[in-house]
């Protein structure tokens, strides 16, 4: 099993829908757990940290599972401007040092 | 204000050559990471500092090296460079591993 798998996509939805992407991770330990937003080709760019209650930054809403080791984004009202890739990140612990993993992403577009 | 520097933003080198891709933060970060993104592939964690003076191999190290001498820089070196080293490659800092990164823009590197 990879250490972090996200829904391969493409996802096309129309203007004003509302969308998910799973993010299942391997590794109980993670620590840490975070969505990236990227243009095409751009860097990526953090859109939200994830916390274990969960948190919201307006049409946006992620949420952490750690019984079923997986997080989630969703993203209500979707906009043309959300057209991108997403991707997941996780962190978790590998003796001093913790590593940053990063799933493939997850590509959006939205469809006037 | 600007964060994580990147240079050169484009490169083509013939096999066999060597050179170094710049990356410089103005942001008092102690963890600087440098990761190759390639189609299909997501991205992946070539080398990572945790401060000067420390650093340590990520997930595909072979073919590179880095130093780091000062808090601000961390220069990756191809020593003979491969087809296969043609990439997308990204620096990327943080106050910790186990908070969110701050990308640069990226160097897209072409080895004919």
């Known amino acids: ?112 | 204000n600007a964060g994580v520097t990147q240079t050169p933003k484009f490169q083509v080198l013939k096999t066999g050559q060597s050179m170094t891709l710049q990356c410089a933060q103005d942001m008092n970060h102690e963890y600087m990471s440098w990761y190759r993104q390639d189609p299909g592939m997501g991205l992946r964690l070539i080398h990572y500092s945790v401060g000067a003076g420390i650093t340590d191999q990520g997930e595909v190290p072979n073919g590179y090296n880095v130093s780091r001498s000062t808090t601000e820089d961390f220069p990756l070196r191809l020593l003979s460079a491969a087809p296969s080293q043609t990439s997308v490659y990204f620096c990327a800092s943080s106050y910790s591993q186990r908070e969110p990164q701050h990308f640069g823009d990226g160097t897209r590197l072409s080895i004919l």
């Open chain 1, 1 to 112: 099993r990879k250490e972090v798998e996200q829904d391969p996509g493409p996802f096309n939805v129309p203007e004003g829908a509302t969308v998910a992407f799973n993010c299942t991770y391997s590794n109980s330990a993670s620590q840490s757990f975070f969505w990236y937003r990227q243009d095409c080709r751009k860097e990526p760019k953090l859109l939200m940290s994830v916390y274990s209650s969960g948190n919201e930054d307006g049409r946006f809403t992620a949420q952490l599972n750690r019984a079923s080791q997986y997080i989630s984004l969703l993203i209500r009202d979707s906009k043309l401007s959300d057209s991108a890739t997403y991707l997941c990140a996780v962190t978790r612990s590998g003796g001093s040092n913790y590593k940053l993993t990063f799933g493939k992403g997850t590509l959006l577009t939205v469809n006037p």
